[in-house]
């Protein structure tokens, strides 16, 4: 494609045009730059693009599209002021790669908690159905046959273009996607065709980025802006503020009258059964919240003209996603489960339904970029439910362990819990593993299926929950 083209596909504020190459892709990132790529020097919150543009251009960028003043111009190169840089970035990657979501039904789900297992549930639905459904969020891209890693949540315009033409040639006719706020924001899917829309839930988290609950709800609310059909939970209040907006959304709930409301919930050994407009379902899931999210999935497929009696029967082979109270099998009996809780309402959700007469037992800290509020919070949650915290190191980024531990353990203390500060977090393991019982409960949170701990910002060394917790059990 020629940079003509493209130019009349954005707005830009000056050009500089020094060669007429057909342009075949675009990246931010230098490292992934090709022969006649477009290098967008995208300036981050933590890195600027624009120190790499002399790599990019010995990689093989033929263009440059950049936002600050001081660029040296070389002989050759095409070189486009732009703006809005993110926004240029998802309409050329959407140009230069024929725009697939286009002819993909994709559905975004967004909320604080609940978008992975949400949008694994609604996967897992489709695809029993008969209906090939790719899924991408946190634990990478699952387009059936194939998996693919991403590096967000929410994956960069650029990677999510390829993630969904790989898709297409897989015959795949649907991809569900976790929206993060950040992503939304960050116009990480701009461009994209929702026929859904999905709305979980909203608690406090990731005020360092959006400072206020109102700004991370308008960032939540891009994606049902931007999606044919809004689904939203209202038995939260958001939930509730999303359909005042959205009159026509499809709604799911416990406790109010909405159009999937589930009813007669009944505990059955570690599943849940419950009725939806008369049909009963059966959930291999422990936790209420586990309701909600397959609510959203039965809303969905029930839209697309699946019945009920045919998404239940689709339902009860759904036995989880990994790290999401996930039992780890081991011989001591104990219930070991590894969650990536890393919120106050999801630490309450994981909680509030376990056993009153075991001792539960919680090993996790919490990241450096959360605020003081969210730390005291999750510190109190856990006394309030007679948890014993083991606190221990979880990404201090740019702060320190000591300084979050002790925020933590503040509110431990206020609601008169019981806890110790462990800062190796397999000994912090081996301390809750070798201290419960049989029958006792030990919760390994907010890691879940990373790869990293992240010490110094955001340099990131090696760990894997899984591995230290099988290290810890080995050893015992």
């Given at each position: 494609m020629k940079i003509e083209k493209i130019l009349?596909?954005?707005?830009?504020?000056?050009?500089?045009?020094?060669?007429?190459?057909?342009?075949?892709?675009?990246?931010?990132?230098?490292?992934?730059?090709?022969?006649?790529?477009?290098?967008?020097?995208?300036?981050?919150?933590?890195?600027?693009?624009?120190?790499?543009?002399?790599?990019?251009?010995?990689?093989?960028?033929?263009?440059?599209?950049?936002?600050?003043?001081?660029?040296?111009?070389?002989?050759?190169?095409?070189?486009?002021?732009?703006?809005?840089q993110r926004l240029a970035l998802a309409k050329i990657s959407n140009l230069l790669s024929n725009y697939p979501s286009k002819s993909m039904r994709m559905i975004?789900?967004?909320?604080?908690?609940?978008?992975?297992?949400?949008?694994?549930?609604?996967?897992?639905?489709?695809?029993?159905?008969?209906?090939?459904?790719?899924?991408?969020?946190?634990?990478?891209?699952?387009?059936?046959?194939?998996?693919?890693?991403?590096?967000?949540?929410?994956?960069?315009?650029?990677?999510?273009?390829?993630?969904?033409?790989?898709?297409?040639?897989?015959?795949?006719?649907?991809?569900?996607?976790e929206t993060s706020s950040h992503g939304l924001y960050l116009k990480r899917n701009y461009g994209i065709d929702?026929?859904?829309?999905?709305?979980?839930?909203?608690?406090?988290?990731?005020?360092?980025?959006?400072?206020?609950?109102?700004?991370?709800?308008?960032?939540?609310?891009?994606?049902?802006?931007?999606?044919?059909?809004q689904v939203v939970n209202l038995d939260d209040d958001y939930g509730k503020r999303a359909k005042e907006i959205f009159k026509d959304a499809l709604t799911i709930s416990i406790n109010e009258d909405s159009k999937y409301r589930?009813?007669?919930?009944?505990?059955?050994?570690?599943?849940?059964?419950?009725?939806?407009?008369g049909v009963k379902f059966h959930l291999n899931r422990f936790g209420q919240y586990d309701i909600y999210n397959s609510l959203c999935a039965i809303a969905i497929a029930n839209d697309l003209g699946y019945k009920l009696e045919e998404i239940s029967k689709a339902l009860e082979d759904f036995t989880g996603v990994k790290s999401r109270f996930e039992f780890?099998?081991?011989?001591?009996g104990i219930n070991i489960v590894v969650d990536f809780a890393h919120t106050p309402e999801a630490f309450e959700n994981l909680f509030k339904d376990l056993p009153k007469d075991k001792k539960i037992y919680a090993v996790y800290g919490i990241n450096g970029d959360r605020t003081y509020d969210i730390r005291k919070a999750v510190g109190k949650i856990s006394a309030k439910y007679g948890v014993f915290s083991v606190?221990?190191?979880?990404?201090?980024?740019?702060?320190?362990?000591?300084?979050?531990?002790?925020?933590?353990?503040?509110?431990?203390?206020?609601?008169?819990?019981?806890?110790?500060?462990?800062?190796?977090?397999?000994?912090?393991?081996?301390?809750?593993?070798?201290?419960?019982?049989?029958?006792?409960?030990?919760f390994?949170?907010?890691?879940?299926?990373?790869?990293?701990?992240?010490?110094?910002?955001?340099?990131k060394t090696y760990y894997s929950e899984r591995e230290t917790i099988r290290e810890v059990l080995e050893e015992l």
């Open positions: 009349k596909e954005i707005s830009y504020i000056s050009k500089n045009i020094q060669n007429d190459k057909e342009i075949i892709g675009i990246s931010s990132d230098s490292r992934q730059i090709k022969e006649n790529y477009i290098f967008l020097a995208n300036k981050g919150y933590e890195f600027d693009g624009h120190k790499y543009i002399d790599s990019a251009i010995k990689n093989g960028a033929n263009t440059i599209i950049y936002t600050n003043d001081d660029i040296n111009f070389e002989s050759g190169i095409n070189y486009i002021k732009v703006k809005d975004g789900v967004t909320g604080t908690n609940g978008k992975t297992t949400t949008a694994n549930l609604i996967a897992f639905v489709l695809n029993k159905l008969g209906s090939p459904c790719a899924n991408i969020g946190t634990d990478g891209a699952d387009l059936i046959n194939k998996t693919m890693p991403t590096e967000h949540t929410t994956p960069e315009i650029t990677d999510l273009n390829e993630i969904l033409i790989k898709a297409k040639k897989e015959n795949i006719k649907n991809a569900v996607m929702y026929e859904y829309g999905v709305f979980t839930n909203l608690s406090m988290e990731h005020m360092d980025f959006h400072k206020t609950m109102d700004n991370y709800f308008k960032a939540k609310m891009i994606l049902l802006n931007n999606s044919k059909k589930a009813k007669n919930i009944k505990r059955v050994d570690l599943g849940l059964e419950f009725t939806v407009n780890i099998e081991n011989k001591l606190i221990t190191t979880d990404d201090p980024k740019f702060d320190t362990f000591e300084n979050i531990s002790q925020q933590i353990k503040e509110g431990v203390d206020e609601n008169k819990g019981e806890c110790i500060i462990i800062k190796d977090r397999k000994e912090a393991i081996k301390y809750g593993i070798s201290h419960a019982k049989k029958g006792d409960f030990v390994m949170l907010g890691k879940g299926e990373e790869k990293f701990l992240k010490f110094n910002g955001n340099i």
